[in-house]
């Protein structure tokens, strides 16, 4: 059974900084885009960060400075390095990939770590 397996969420004061780690385990064949998505109570989930098994790298504007995505391979794990943390970046942050596990390409899903920003 395949898991993602998120960590490092927790309180940051403002300007601060945070590491997002998600690991993937399980009986799979191959990942493709591994990405980081967050969800504010009452909000849709929305796209923070993605990382193509290629090297292909995107973040939507609000992050784009300030958050990094980087993914190893041999480890199977996708980081979120977070800097400058402002209070809106405050959601539950949820990784997500592509995977192949032998009966086709889907998407999966970690469990969600909160973050929070306050001072």
């Known amino acids: 059974q395949v898991q993602l397996v998120e960590s490092g969420g927790g309180l940051a004061q403002p300007g601060g900084s945070l590491r997002l780690s998600c690991t993937v385990s399980?009986?799979?064949?191959?990942?493709?885009?591994m990405a980081w998505h967050r969800q504010i109570p009452g909000k849709n989930r929305e796209l923070v960060a993605r990382?193509?098994?290629?090297?292909?790298?995107y973040a939507v504007d609000s992050v784009k400075g300030r958050f990094a995505i980087s993914r190893d391979n041999a480890k199977n794990m996708v980081v979120l390095q977070m800097n400058d943390l402002k209070p809106e970046d405050s959601a539950v942050y949820y990784c997500?990939?592509?995977?192949?596990?032998?009966?086709?390409?889907?998407?999966?899903w970690g469990q969600g770590t909160q973050v929070t920003v306050s001072s």
């Open positions: 399980g009986r799979l064949r191959n990942i493709f885009t």
């Open positions: 990382a193509g098994r290629g090297g292909g790298r």
């Open positions: 997500s990939a592509d995977l192949d596990t032998g009966g086709g390409v889907s998407t999966y």
